[in-house]
């Protein structure tokens, strides 16, 4: 199947401060993202849906001041948490479906990124 | 709009034993369906998938579903588990689409135990 590397997979941060996530997708093209988080012994959330080359849609209830997204790129997706607080901390997760193939047929998911905020 | 229900928040299994995870879902439209798989700290790994056509469908690593669309279910099933099989599990549906969104809608998971 193909693949998608998120990064970092873990990120300790200060209060406060910003952090930036990473979405690619290493052998296909995507012209949509979508943005999961994930706290302990929940389900799988969806934050937003990244668009190439125009503004992401964010789902209701998240702040799209505090969580920036930029997709740049048919291949790389970005989540930037800014001003990050302790309740941002949990389990943020990609997923990718390869543009062309039969819409809501397949996505691929990246490994997910532990966010600590201390 | 779609929602998914698993109803089983833990499933604890003896190795080698048979195992039902149960998923239900409600939808106004037609959907697909999915399960997926999540050891811990790691992304998901998608097990099958049902689009269309037989019922039944088959995954990986042995597990199987069976869509049934009167009772609105798509439980997963294996034969014979392996303590490797100790994961969390995810029921997901996404839109038959008219709009391309591709947004999933996952259930609550189930946490699959599988004792020695």
């Known amino acids: 199947g193909a693949v998608v590397s998120q990064h970092p997979s873990r990120v300790i941060c200060k209060s406060g401060t910003s952090v930036k996530i990473e979405c690619r997708s290493l052998?296909?093209?995507?012209?949509?993202m979508f943005w999961y988080r994930q706290f302990p012994k929940q389900s799988l959330m969806l934050m937003a849906t990244s668009n190439e080359g125009s503004k992401a849609t964010y789902e209701q209830g998240v702040e799209k001041d505090k969580f920036l997204i930029n997709h740049a790129s048919l291949t790389l997706s970005t989540l930037t948490v800014t001003s990050a607080h302790p309740e941002d901390s949990s389990f943020y997760i990609c997923?990718?479906?390869?543009?062309?193939?039969?819409?809501?047929?397949?996505?691929?998911f990246g490994q997910g990124t532990r966010l600590t905020v201390v | 709009a779609q929602s998914v229900t698993q109803l089983d928040s833990q499933v604890p299994v003896f190795e080698e034993a048979p195992v039902e995870l149960r998923c239900n879902y409600s939808s106004s439209v037609s959907v697909y369906l999915f399960w997926y798989v999540q050891y811990p700290n790691q992304g998901l790994q998608l097990l099958l998938k049902?689009?269309?056509?037989?019922?039944l469908v088959k995954g990986i690593n042995g597990f199987e579903a069976e869509f049934n669309k009167s009772q609105t279910s798509f439980h997963l099933r294996k034969p014979s588990v392996h303590i490797s099989d100790t994961a969390e599990y995810f029921c997901?549906?996404?839109?038959?689409?008219?709009?391309?969104?591709?947004?999933?809608?996952f259930g609550q998971g189930t946490t699959l135990q599988v004792k020695p």
């Open positions: 052998d296909f093209q995507a012209t949509t």
């Open positions: 997923s990718a479906p390869p543009s062309g193939l039969l819409p809501n047929t397949e996505a691929f």
């Open positions: 049902y689009l269309s056509g037989s019922t």
């Open positions: 997901a549906v996404s839109e038959v689409p008219s709009s391309n969104t591709g947004k999933l809608i």
